[in-house]
C-alpha cells in the first residue's frame, strides 16, 4: 500500500509539473523503457534480498555480458544464438560462483558480490584488449534476434517491456505459489531455523545467485543487442538503482519480508522520478535528491503501514463476550 501511494503521488506531480508531454506516449514510453530493464534486475535482486542476501557483482556481469556476445557474434563472427547463449553462461557461472563463495565462506554477500564486481570488471576490461583490441565492440546481430530482444515496438517502447512482464510472471509465481517462495521468506527470516527445518538453504542461495547473474546477463545482451554495440564501461548504475527500487517497493534491508507486486511499484516510482524531472523543465540535478528524499519517504511509509498491519485487531461486534 505504501509504494501503491508513493507510485500515485509521484506520477501525479509529474502530471502537473511534467506537463502535457510527460503524459504522451512517448513520455510513457521514456520511463517504461527504463522501468523494464531495471524490472528485470531488480525482480531477482529482490528475492535476494528477501532471503537475507545482497548481488553488486550485476553492475560487471551486465557490461560483460554485452561484450560477450559483442565479441563472439560481433568479433569473430559466430551465429548470433551462440553468442546469446555464451552471454547467458557467463551469467550463469558468476552468480553460481557468488552462491558458492558465499555459503562456503561464510563472508556476508555484500562483500562477496563486492570482490566479484571489481574482478570481473577487470577481467573483462582486460580481456576485451586482448581478444577484440579495443574496449568497444561493435555488433550486427540478426532480424530475428533484433525481433525478440533490440526492437522498438511502435517506435517507441523497448520489447524488453514484454520480456519484463514474463519475468514478473515467473517470479511472482514462485514467490507466491510455490513452496521455493515460502523457504526464501523463510530463509531471510532466520536462516539458521531455516535449515533446521529441512530447507536446502545452501541450494536455494545458489539457485538465487545464479538467477540474478542470468537476468543480468539478459539485461546486457538485449542491451548489446539494442544498441549494435558493446563498451566495458556499462551497467554500474544500475547496482544501486535497482536496490533502491526494490527498498521503495517495501522489500526489508534485513530480509524476510517483501513481494513482487511491491518490487513492480516500486521500479515504476524511481522509473518515474528519474526521467520525469526532465519534463518539468527542473534542473536535472535535482533528480538524485528528490530520490534521496523519495527512498526515506518510502521506507517510513512502508514501515507505517506495516506496522499497522501487524497491530491491527478488528473491533468486537456489539453484543458478544471478550
Known amino acids: 500500500m505504501g509504494s501503491l501511494i508513493g507510485l500515485v503521488i509521484v506520477f501525479a506531480f509529474f502530471s502537473v509539473f511534467g506537463g502535457a508531454s510527460f503524459l504522451t506516449s512517448g513520455g510513457a514510453a521514456s520511463w517504461l523503457n527504463v522501468a523494464s530493464e531495471l524490472g528485470i534486475i531488480a525482480l531477482p535482486i529482490g528475492l535476494l534480498m528477501i532471503a537475507g542476501h ?39 557461472v ?36 586482448i581478444l577484440a583490441g579495443s574496449t568497444s565492440v561493435a555488433l550486427k546481430s540478426g532480424p530475428v534476434a533484433k525481433l525478440l530482444l533490440g526492437q522498438f515496438v511502435g517506435g517507441k517502447f523497448q520489447v524488453t517491456l514484454f520480456w519484463w512482464i514474463a ?42 545467485f545464479t538467477g540474478s547473474g542470468l537476468c543480468a546477463a539478459f539485461v546486457g545482451l538485449s542491451q548489446a543487442i539494442l544498441y549494435n554495440s558493446a563498451q566495458v564501461a556499462a551497467g554500474q548504475s544500475f547496482i544501486f538503482n535497482s536496490i533502491i527500487a526494490v527498498v521503495i517497493g517495501g522489500v526489508l534491508l534485513t530480509g524476510g519480508y517483501g513481494s513482487v507486486v511491491g518490487i513492480v511499484l516500486g521500479t515504476l516510482t524511481f522509473s518515474v522520478v528519474n526521467q520525469g524531472i526532465f519534463y518539468t523543465g527542473f534542473d536535472a540535478n535535482w533528480a538524485s535528491l528528490i530520490i534521496g528524499v523519495l527512498l526515506l519517504a518510502a521506507v517510513l511509509m512502508n514501515n507505517t503501514f506495516r506496522t499497522m498491519a501487524l497491530t491491527y485487531a478488528p473491533r468486537a461486534k456489539k453484543g458478544t463476550r471478550s
Open 54 to 92: 545482497l548481488d553488486l557483482s550485476i553492475g560487471s556481469v551486465i557490461p560483460a555480458s554485452s561484450m560477450m556476445i559483442a565479441i563472439v557474434s560481433g568479433h569473430y563472427g559466430a551465429p548470433i544464438i551462440v553468442g546469446i547463449l555464451a552471454a547467458l553462461c557467463l551469467g550463469l
Open 94 to 129: 558468476v552468480g553460481f560462483i557468488n552462491g558458492l563463495l558465499v555459503i562456503r565462506t561464510r563472508v556476508p554477500s555484500f562483500v562477496v558480490t563486492l570482490a566479484t564486481l571489481f574482478a570481473v570488471a577487470g577481467l573483462t576490461l582486460g580481456l576485451s584488449v
Open 167 to 208: 519475468f514478473i510472471v515467473i517470479v511472482g509465481f514462485i514467490l507466491n505459489f510455490s513452496r521455493y517462495g515460502n523457504w526464501i521468506l523463510a530463509m531471510g527470516g532466520d536462516q539458521i531455523s531455516a535449515r533446521n527445518a529441512g530447507i536446502p538453504t545452501e541450494r536455494l542461495t545458489i539457485a538465487l
